[in-house]
C-alpha cells in the first residue's frame, strides 16, 4: 500500500499528551479528578450543562505514567500506521468520532466522560484488525496485534467483575465494535461513512437529550429549580435517584424539595389549627433531615 501521509501527525499528539502529563504532574504531582476540570475533562455536569468538548480534550490526559505509556505505545504502533495508509484527514476524522464516541458511551453508561486515550487506541488497533488492506509490515505484526486485541478484550471483561484497577470498561468496548466494523467496511465508503454519521449522531444527541442517564437527569432537575419549576424538576431529580442510588447530589436536592413542600403543608395546617395534619407534616420532614430546626421548634409548640 502506497503511503498518503509522513504518520507525523500522530506522533504530534504523543507528544501533545506527553506535555500535557508532564504540565499538569508539575502542577498537582498526581492530580485529583477534580483538578482534571481546568486541564479539560469536566465532570458529566458541566458536559451535559455545555462543556461538549469534554468528551475530546479528556482523551489528551492520562492517570499515571503506567496509563500513558500504554495508550503512546498504541499510537506509535496503530494509529501512526492508519495515518500513514490513509492519509492526514482520514486519521484525524477517524481519531476524533472515536474520542467523541468512547468517552459519550462512557458517559453515558458510567455517569463520567473518563480520562485518557484507551478507547481511541482500542479504535485504531481493531480498525487495522477489521480493514482487510491493512498494513503491517512486519511478519510478525499482525500476530501480535490480533494477540494485544483478544488480551484487551479479555482484560476488560475480567476487570468488570474483578476491579482490578479502575478502567472505563465502556469505552474500551465501544471503541473496540466502532473501529472494527469501521475496518470492515475499509473500500465501502457510502456504507462506512453512513454508519460513522449514524453512530456520531446518536452520540451527539446524548450529550443533549439522554433520559437514561442519572447525572442528565440531575443537571435538567437543577435547571428547572433554578427557574421555580419545582414539580418538574422534582421529577428529573426523582428519575435522578431511581437510575442510581449513588446519586448524592439528586438526593440531596430532591430532599430539599420535598422538605420545601412539606413545609408549606406544615406551616398551613398548623396556622388553621389542624395539628394532627401538621404534627404528619412536621415528623415527614424530620424523617428527611432530622436536624431541621424549623420543624423541631414548631412541633414542640402543638398541643
Known sequence: MKRKSTGLIGLLIVLICWQSY???TISFGVPTRSEFISFGAPFASEIY?????????NSFLHVNIFHFLINLLMLLLFARRVERSY????FMFFGFASSLITSSVQLAMSGDAGIGMSGVSVAFLYFMLGDKNSYWKWKLFKPFALVLGIFILLFALINLKTQWILLGFS????GIIFGYIVGLLQGNNKIQLSF????????????????????WNTVKGYDSFKIGQLKTARKYY?????????????????????????????????S???????RKAYNKILGLDSNYVWAKENIKRLP
Do not use: M, R
Not at 426523582?238 to 442510581?244: H, K, M, T, Y
Not at 440531596?252 to 395546617?269: E, G, H, P, R, W
Open 49 to 57: 450543562s455545555g462543556q461538549f468538548w469534554g468528551v475530546v480534550t
Open 22 to 24: 508532564v504540565w499538569y
Open 196 to 215: 460513522v454519521s449514524l453512530v456520531l449522531g446518536v452520540c451527539l444527541l446524548s450529550l443533549f437529550y439522554n433520559p437514561f442517564s442519572s447525572e
Open 272 to 278: 388553621i389549627k389542624n395539628y394532627d395534619e401538621a
Open 87 to 90: 492519509g492526514l484527514l482520514y
Open 238 to 270: 426523582n428519575q435522578a435517584v431511581i437510575l442510581s442510588e449513588k446519586n448524592v447530589v439528586a438526593k440531596k436536592n430532591l430532599n430539599l424539595i420535598i422538605i420545601d413542600s412539606l413545609s408549606s403543608v406544615a406551616f398551613k395546617q398548623h
Open 171 to 174: 469505552s474500551i468496548i465501544s
